[in-house]
């Protein structure tokens, strides 16, 4: 049976079977009980429960506790999906998936259960706490998107949603990091990135310390995601003491983006 009111949005929508059900935008306070269980997972997950509801749809599968959800963020050009929880539920949510284009991501162990041909990437999930360090004075609070316009085609969600330090070279960056979410739980590490001809200057290692030193004392825990063929990437973050907590997998649905 299904159950849907058309006229709201955000009202209940229902799948019910054998008192097992998936709900739309209900009991989402639960569900930031069981994101709350592991914040460094769940970070992106928590950031839109308490400040992005209006442009998230939340899928979760209820048998009197979550056993999973699904979540679609829309105010992106491409739709970000996320996908949780245990084995036999997730299949279950991923049938309510129905968007042309989109970017999924789900844990790296259950990968087998996306049934289309699209191209997957393997993303690892790396963290470690905050710590003080002796910032450069060069970098930057980034407030205007054209700043950041030789290192994005539209960096304005850098600007709007984010927050974005960087080192300017006439007028713009050419190096920049961003907090994709601060919450007291973690804060997300991202969008680290330099112009190619400014690379192996260091630019990228004073970023990573103003982060943690930003982040240090109103924040657990700093988390990145990072594509596993990211070699260089990866071996930096180790030298900062960023330890892998887990696998998650990029699916591209109807787009072709490299992580």
């Given amino acids: 049976m299904i159950i849907i009111n058309e006229n709201k949005k955000d009202l209940r929508f229902h799948i019910i079977h054998s008192f097992k059900m998936i709900l739309k935008n209900d009991k989402l306070d639960a569900l930031e009980k069981y994101c709350l269980k592991e914040p460094e997972i769940h970070a992106f997950t928590l950031w839109d429960l308490r400040y992005e509801r209006d442009n998230t749809d939340f899928y979760i599968y209820w048998d009197g506790r979550i056993r999973g959800y699904m979540l679609i963020y829309y105010a992106v050009s491409i739709p970000s999906v996320i996908v949780y929880g245990e084995k036999g539920v997730m299949a279950k949510l991923l049938e309510i998936f129905d968007l042309e284009k989109a970017i999924i991501h789900m844990p790296y162990k259950f990968r087998h259960m996306w049934k289309g041909d699209n191209r997957m990437y ?85 970023l990573i310390e103003y982060f943690l030193n930003e982040a240090y004392g109103k924040t657990i825990k700093v988390v990145l995601w990072v594509r596993s063929g990211n070699y260089p990437a990866i071996e930096l973050y180790k030298k900062y003491n960023f330890k892998i907590i887990s696998e998650d997998v990029w699916i591209n649905v109807g787009v072709d983006i490299l992580p």
């Fill in 122 to 206: 393997k993303i690892l999930v790396m963290s470690r706490e905050p710590e003080k360090f002796k910032v450069s004075e060069e970098i930057v609070k980034i407030e205007d998107a054209e700043k950041l316009s030789l290192l994005f085609q539209d960096p304005r969600y850098l600007v709007t949603k984010a927050k974005t330090w960087g080192i300017i070279k006439n007028g713009y960056a050419i190096s920049s990091i961003s907090a994709l979410a601060t919450l007291p739980e973690a804060w997300v590490l991202g969008a680290l990135i330099t112009k190619k001809e400014y690379r192996k200057r260091g630019y990228a290692k004073r």
